[in-house]
């Protein structure tokens, strides 16, 4: 099972130890066990993708990919606006790595999706803990609806259909952002008409489904929020979390029209997913919902193995979604 140990590495004392995921050393460094490779923006074939600088202060960023055909297009074509947050536990991964990269360039060429994708660099906790990465999310999002973001936004953005997105710890962001846009108005009149959660990254103190009741609080997802939210108010019970902790507010108040949840058979956070998806669903919320589980595949298979038979699948369902 795994657990939270004390041991000697290379001289240096490790004092957080997350299997597969994590290791912090004692003088403040961190060794991110799952990183891939950053790589530049680029042209490769059918799509097109550039960085731009969102904020200054705080700095956030982001890698923007378009159908490369709609650059050079003589009359404005507008597309729908996916603005995505990645996963990585809130600790790991970019906007800008291999990973992502890779996948979106498929996306939009494999699942053939005139959409243009926001793909948000938000700052990493335990760097910046939590809840820094929900603040530059909707700031992202505000980015997106101003006057002030990036000319293919401006010219080929539809504001009329913004969506947001999200693989693991990027769903979760993507619920609370979705709840703040229900809360709070956006530039322009902008509203987020869906939102896709893959795989969401959601916790609480009790355990459900086929979660062990014995160990839970040495479970990887309950030892990652202690890491990068250290201080949560409630701990494993914090709203941000946790959808269905007594402050939470209500789902409601979701600020979009439709939502798919997206799960995987043995993903061991899969019954967080359909949790999140039947709370919404008998919540009162206007919206339309629905749940989507890629079967014999396990957690965020369609980042790290996008190929995939069931990955595309899973691609072509979620541009249907966005598309339709």
Not at 77 to 94: D, M, N, Q, T
Not at 108 to 127: G, N, T, W
Not at 151 to 174: E, T
Not at 212 to 228: F, I
């Amino acid at each position: 099972m795994a657990s939270t140990f004390i041991a000697e590495v290379d001289d240096k004392e490790v004092t957080i130890h997350i299997p597969d995921l994590v290791k912090v050393f004692k003088d403040g460094s961190i060794e991110r066990l799952q990183n891939s490779p950053l790589v530049p923006p680029s042209t490769l074939g059918s799509v097109s993708s550039k960085d731009v600088v969102i904020s200054n202060n705080p700095f956030i960023s982001a890698r923007l990919y378009l159908p490369t055909k709609l650059i050079h297009h003589h009359e404005a074509h507008k597309v729908p606006i996916l603005v995505y947050f990645h996963g990585g536990a809130f600790f790991f991964e970019s906007a800008f790595n291999e990973r992502h990269h890779n996948y979106f360039n498929l996306f939009l060429s494999k699942a053939e999706a005139d959409i243009l994708v926001v793909s948000v660099d938000y700052r990493l906790a335990p760097e910046i803990p939590l809840p820094a990465a929900y603040h530059d999310c909707w700031q992202a999002l505000k980015w997106v609806a101003s006057n002030d973001s990036d000319p293919w936004i401006l010219n080929h953005g539809d504001f009329q259909r913004v969506f947001l997105g999200g693989d693991s710890a990027g769903a979760n962001l993507v619920h609370n952002v979705a709840l703040r846009a229900g809360a709070e108005a956006l530039p322009n009149g902008v509203k987020v008409l869906g939102a896709f959660l893959s795989q969401p990254y959601f916790l609480s103190t009790k355990p459900i489904g086929s979660e062990a009741v014995e160990g839970h609080e040495e479970s990887p997802p309950y030892m990652v929020w202690g890491l990068v939210y250290p201080n949560a108010p409630g701990g494993v019970d914090n709203p941000l979390i946790n959808p269905l902790a007594p402050e939470a507010p209500s789902l409601a108040t979701l600020g979009c029209s439709k939502i798919i949840v997206c799960v995987a058979e043995k993903d061991s956070i899969r019954d967080r997913g359909v949790w999140y998806y039947q709370a919404v669903k008998n919540s009162g919320w206007h919206g339309h919902v629905e749940l989507y589980e890629a079967e014999h595949e396990d957690h965020a298979f369609n980042i790290h193995t996008p190929e995939s038979e069931n990955a595309l699948k899973l691609m072509k369902r979620l541009a249907h979604f966005i598309l339709h």
